[in-house]
C-alpha cells in the first residue's frame, strides 16, 4: 500500500459566494464526465490520489498551495453531486466540523435507499476516523470527514486534520477496493510531512505491537511513518517556476495558443473558443482524463482559473463560465451517444502529452504571470479583494513570447 506525504498550510475564510457556485458546476461536470468515461470507480481511485485531489482543487480556482482546497472541493462537490446522486450512482456524506457527525445518519438514509449495509457503511466511516485520529498520533486532529460512496458500495474517505503548533495541515485518503484490513496499512496515502516521531500502529510491521496493544499504552512508540512519496506544498503564496513542471506547462500553452498538435476534427468542434479558454480546457481534459503520473505538479493546474486570492493571477470568471458550458454541452451530448465533442476535449489534453518529450521551454515564466494579471480584466478577473481593473500604461503583455 503506498503513502504520500505533503504539507499544506492552514489557511482561514470563506470561499466567496461568486467562486464557490461555480466550483460546484465545474466539479459536477468533471465527476460526471469521469463517470460517463470511465465509471464510478475510477472516481473513487482519483479522489483517493492526493496528488489528483490538489490539482483538481487547482483546476477550480482555489489557493494552489492550501489546505481550503479540501474543505472547499468537498464541500462544493458535495453541494452539486448530491442533487444528482441517482442519476450519478455518487453520494457524498459529512464535511467539516458539525457535518462530519451527521456522516452515520446521511449513511444509513442511503443505505435505506439503495439497499446497501448502512451499519457497514457507518463502521467504515467511524473506523477511518479513529484510525486517523487515535491509531496514528502524528500531532493532526481531525476536523473533516468526507465520506465518498458509489452505488456499488465502494467508498473513498478524504479527511483532514490540523496542527496549531505548525500551523500545518495533513489530509488523509482511503480507497475500499484497496482496503484489506482498518488496523494494518488501510490508507492509500497519508497527506503530511513528518514530525519525527510518530505512533501509527496501522504499520504492517507493528502487527505483533497491535497484538499487545495494552502492552504497547505504556511504551515509547519506536514506528515512524515510512516515506515513499512527498509532495511538500510549500507555505509561500507566489508561484514559482520551480512549482510547475514547466514542460507541461509550455506544452499546454502551446496547443491552446498555437493550436500544436491538434487534429482538424478537434480544431472545427472546438471553433470560436479563444486561446484562453482551450488553456483551461486543456488542463480540464487533463483531470478527467490524464494518468496518475501527471499530477505529480499540481500547481500547473492553477493555470486554469487562477486562484481566489490572485495567485498565481485573479480568477478569469468569463473563462470560468465558458469553460462550464463547453464541458457540459459535451457530457450533454454524450449521454445522448454523440461523443464528438466529448472527444475533442480529450485530444487536448492528447495533444499536449504528445508535444510534451519534444517540446523545449524558454525561461518566461514570471512574463506569462504577468500577462494573465495585465489581461485578467478582460476574463472578469476577480479575487476576493474584488473585481480586477485595466493595467496602468501599455495595454497587457500578449505579444510577449512565453514558451
Known amino acids: 500500500m503506498s503513502r504520500s506525504y505533503a504539507d499544506m498550510p492552514l489557511h482561514y475564510g470563506q470561499v466567496p459566494a461568486w467562486l464557490y457556485q461555480r466550483m460546484s458546476k465545474l466539479g459536477v461536470a468533471i465527476v460526471e464526465a469521469i463517470v460517463l468515461e470511465y465509471g464510478r470507480g475510477a472516481l473513487l481511485q482519483k479522489l483517493s490520489d492526493p496528488f489528483w485531489f490538489q490539482s483538481l482543487g487547482?483546476?477550480?480556482g482555489m489557493d494552489w498551495h492550501s489546505s481550503g482546497i479540501t474543505t472547499s472541493v468537498m464541500g462544493a462537490l458535495k453541494r452539486s453531486v448530491n442533487e444528482r446522486s441517482k442519476e450519478l450512482g455518487i453520494y457524498i456524506c459529512g464535511g467539516k466540523g458539525k457535518f462530519s457527525r451527521e456522516t452515520p445518519n446521511e449513511l444509513l438514509r442511503i443505505a435505506g435507499q439503495t439497499g446497501l449495509n448502512g451499519d457497514l457503511l457507518v463502521r467504515s466511516s467511524k473506523l477511518s476516523a479513529k484510525v486517523d485520529n487515535t491509531a496514528i498520533q502524528d500531532g493532526y486532529q481531525l476536523y473533516l470527514?468526507?465520506?465518498v460512496l458509489s452505488s456499488d458500495g465502494d467508498w473513498s474517505v478524504i479527511q483532514?486534520?490540523?496542527?496549531?503548533?505548525?500551523g500545518m495541515a495533513r489530509r488523509y485518503h482511503w480507497h475500499s477496493p484497496t482496503l484489506s484490513s482498518f488496523v494494518e496499512e488501510p490508507h492509500t496515502f497519508i497527506y503530511g510531512q513528518t514530525q519525527g516521531q510518530i505512533l501509527n500502529i496501522t504499520d504492517k510491521l507493528a502487527a505483533t505491537s497491535r497484538a499487545g496493544i495494552?502492552?504497547?499504552?505504556?511504551?515509547?512508540?519506536?514506528?515512524?511513518?515510512?516515506?515513499?512519496?512527498?509532495?511538500?506544498?510549500?507555505?509561500?503564496?507566489?508561484?514559482?517556476?520551480?512549482?510547475?513542471?514547466i514542460k507541461r506547462l509550455g506544452s499546454i500553452l502551446a496547443v491552446a495558443y498555437e493550436k500544436e498538435n491538434l487534429d482538424m476534427e478537434s480544431l472545427l468542434?472546438?471553433?470560436?473558443?479563444?486561446p484562453r479558454t482551450l488553456q483551461s480546457l486543456v488542463l480540464v481534459s487533463e483531470v478527467i482524463h490524464g494518468t496518475p503520473s501527471r499530477f505529480d505538479d499540481p500547481a500547473r493546474f492553477s493555470f486554469a482559473h487562477g486562484g481566489k486570492d490572485g495567485h498565481p493571477f485573479p480568477v478569469p470568471t468569463h473563462v470560468y463560465d465558458e469553460t462550464i458550458q463547453v464541458l457540459d454541452n459535451a457530457v450533454r451530448r454524450a449521454k445522448l451517444g454523440v461523443n464528438d465533442k466529448n472527444e475533442a476535449i480529450k485530444n487536448l489534453s492528447k495533444a499536449a502529452q504528445r508535444l510534451e518529450d519534444s517540446f523545449i521551454p524558454n525561461n518566461?515564466?514570471?512574463?506569462?504571470?504577468?500577462?494573465?494579471?495585465?489581461?485578467?480584466?478582460?476574463?472578469?478577473?476577480?479575487?476576493?479583494?474584488g473585481k480586477s481593473n485595466?493595467?496602468?500604461g501599455p495595454e497587457g503583455s500578449s505579444q510577449i513570447e512565453l514558451f
Not at 483532514?160 to 505548525?166: I, K, L, S, T
Not at 511504551?219 to 508561484?239: A, F, G, T, W, Y
Open 160 to 166: 483532514q486534520g490540523m496542527n496549531n503548533a505548525n
Open 145 to 147: 470527514h468526507s465520506f
Open 364 to 385: 518566461n515564466f514570471e512574463q506569462l504571470i504577468e500577462r494573465e494579471r495585465n489581461d485578467s480584466w478582460k476574463y472578469g478577473g476577480r479575487t476576493v479583494f
Open 269 to 274: 468542434l472546438l471553433e470560436g473558443l479563444g
Open 58 to 60: 487547482c483546476v477550480l
Open 214 to 245: 495494552l502492552d504497547l499504552a505504556h511504551e515509547n512508540p519506536e514506528k515512524l511513518l515510512p516515506e515513499i512519496r512527498k509532495l511538500v506544498m510549500p507555505s509561500h503564496h507566489d508561484l514559482k517556476s520551480k512549482d510547475v513542471d
Open 390 to 392: 485595466p493595467p496602468k
